[in-house]
């Protein structure tokens, strides 16, 4: 009987599906190879048979020279392959590897525990428990490549999903199964904005990617962001600036492969990622490495390759839906970075923090006239839209006027938008702003928003 057809045995459940596969694996035959290059970020390695994506691993060394103890082993994952052997990048730091130590094929891609006993945990980004919980051995296993949902399998997004923000359910609503990008420069509060969103968020489960986050920032994100509540219905997926570059990139899959996971059983999850910027950054290292010729500002072509895969991933399926939250740090707060520019190109809407805002005090500092959400007319109502447009009619009178009201030369009466806008100005701002620890549901913002601008007439055909 073949292996396929030995694994589709009735009544033989996931759990022991996967430990045939782990016994298989154990009594298979094991051929070695050798490490013949260290140069850089990357191993060279001849002998073994791998293909891309696949895990090696290298073997700990005996025999260390003055009475040294051996160097320890480490896992690489495939990247390239040539007549001179693969290109494998290590999952862990480079110290005391050196060529000549043996290695063998692990015999596939990494593979990370899913189930609902993740909600609550933090793991690292290879999939592993980081927060002193036991163990996750007896979860079932997957691979974290995974299909897109089939374009016709899509369910429509048509219902709000509230994120406890005013500034975004009010102006920027976001549907359910949307995926949205928080685009600002550095210092601006994209972090900020996502913990609240964490806290706020009506969402059953969350999943949370801090990719190339500061070390110190990590707990304090979990304990004082998140909190028990938050984080009871949480799964945080860790890779901080410090990580190689295989685990900060593998980190995103792994927190869209539990994401998927959730999904597949009918939840409604989100997932948040912090931030998609620096997961192409990790791309571009891991491209450079394996010899990819730089592009755009120095990212190689797989990085664009990459994100729409990564992506696509998210969103509704048939059963069950992904909303995502990507933070963009965009280069010098130019909007037009080529990744910024990339993932607005991808993604259903995005939301713009401006450093003006932030300076000034105003948090959250979402420019709402530079922010957009495409799905806003499948999940709102059209007395909603109207209100919408009405407090976005009177931004835009605001901005046009601001310069002429600091110097004096506005005359009132020479814009009714304006004057209104003018006399408003203040309220509007109190809806704009939000505490850090403040939750709003989106009934109330509808309401707060109608109550602000009910009596403001309509626009003009």
Aim: net charge negative; charged share 20%; aromatic share 2%.
């Amino acid at each position: 009987m073949s292996t396929a057809a030995s694994l589709r045995l009735p009544g033989l459940d996931q759990l022991a599906v996967e430990r045939v596969r782990a016994a298989r694996a154990v009594a298979a035959p094991v051929t070695h190879g050798r490490v013949s290059e260290v140069l850089g970020l990357q191993l060279r390695v001849r002998g073994v048979e791998a293909g891309v994506g696949d895990l090696v691993e290298v073997l700990p060394s005996y025999g260390g020279a003055g009475g040294q103890p051996p160097a320890g082993g480490a896992l690489a994952e495939v990247v390239a392959g040539d007549r001179d052997g693969l290109v494998c990048l290590p999952l862990t730091a480079t110290a005391g590897l050196r060529t000549g130590m043996p290695v063998r094929a692990t015999g596939g891609p990494l593979r990370i525990p899913v189930g609902v006993q993740l909600r609550g945990r933090v793991l690292d980004g290879l999939g592993r428990p980081i927060d002193g919980g036991p163990a996750l051995d007896h979860l079932p296993h997957v691979g974290i490549d995974n299909q897109a949902p089939a374009p016709l399998d899509r369910a429509r997004i048509t219902h709000q999903v509230g994120l406890g923000v005013r500034a975004l359910d009010g102006l920027v609503p976001c549907g359910r199964g949307q995926r949205l990008g928080i685009m600002a420069g550095s210092g601006v509060g994209k972090s900020t904005l996502l913990s609240m969103v964490a806290r706020g968020t009506e969402a059953a489960v969350s999943v949370i990617a801090l990719v190339g986050e500061r070390g110190r920032e990590v707990r304090e994100f979990i304990e004082h962001d998140l909190g028990p509540d938050g984080l009871a219905r949480s799964v945080v997926v860790v890779a901080t600036s410090d990580a190689p570059p295989v685990e900060r990139l593998r980190a995103a899959f792994v927190a869209t492969r539990i994401a998927e996971w959730f999904r597949d059983t009918g939840e409604d999850v989100v997932l948040m990622m912090d931030s998609l910027t620096r997961v192409a950054m990790a791309q571009r290292e891991v491209g450079l490495s394996a010899g990819e010729p730089p592009a755009t500002r120095g990212y190689p072509p797989s990085v664009f390759a990459l994100m729409p895969r990564l992506l696509e991933r998210a969103g509704p399926a048939a059963t069950g839906s992904i909303t995502g939250l990507y933070t963009v740090l965009v280069e010098g707060d130019d909007l037009q970075d080529p990744i910024g520019d990339t993932a607005r190109s991808i993604l259903d809407g995005h939301v713009v923090l401006t450093r003006a805002l932030a300076t000034a005090g105003h948090f959250p500092s979402i420019d709402v006239l530079e922010s957009i959400s495409r799905v806003t007319n499948a999940v709102t109502t059209p007395q909603q839209r109207a209100d919408a447009t009405r407090l976005r009619r009177l931004l835009a009178a605001h901005r046009d006027v601001r310069e002429l009201v600091e110097i004096g030369a506005y005359v009132a009466g020479t814009d009714a938008d304006a004057d209104t806008a003018l006399a408003l100005m203040s309220q509007i701002e109190q809806f704009l702003r939000q505490d850090v620890e403040d939750t709003v549901p989106v009934e109330e913002t509808w309401r707060q928003l109608h109550e602000l601008v009910g009596s403001v007439p309509e626009v003009a055909a």
